[in-house]
């Protein structure tokens, strides 16, 4: 079994910029395609972005260009690095373990972190 502990989240002003960190205990995650999500207030859980175990990287159109996902597997902690924030960013953030070389869809990961929160003010 594989715990995920994301940390980074917080409040800021539009513009701005964050770094989401996972870390994973347990099990190692190189092997594994490592996704990073968002849930809004009354809103289904979102794709934001994701790093197979070879390196290949997918963004939603929402966020591309501004975020960008990395993995350092000797530290099994996979980022999200957030610039450019704007109002509509604010959620909670999930990082997730997939099986799945896929790993854009919710439903094919198996193991979630608790999430953290990011606010973006205007």
């Known amino acids: 079994q594989v715990q995920l502990v994301e940390s980074g989240g917080g409040s800021v002003q539009a513009g701005d910029s964050l770094r989401l960190s996972c870390v994973a205990s347990?099990?190692?995650?190189?092997?594994?395609?490592m996704g990073w999500f968002r849930q809004a207030p009354g809103k289904e859980r979102e794709f934001v972005a994701r790093?197979?175990?070879?390196?290949?990287?997918e963004y939603s159109d929402s966020v591309k260009g501004r975020f960008s996902i990395s993995r350092a597997n000797p530290k099994n902690t996979v980022y999200l690095e957030m610039n450019n924030l704007i109002p509509e960013d604010t959620a909670v953030y999930y990082c997730?373990?997939?099986?799945?070389?896929?790993?854009?869809?919710?439903?094919?990961?198996?193991?979630w972190g608790q999430g953290t929160q990011v606010t973006v003010s205007s």
């Open positions: 997730g373990r997939s099986p799945k070389w896929s790993g854009t869809r919710a439903p094919e990961y198996d193991y």
């Open positions: 790093i197979t175990w070879s390196g290949d990287i």
């Open positions: 347990g099990q190692y995650i190189s092997s594994y395609t």
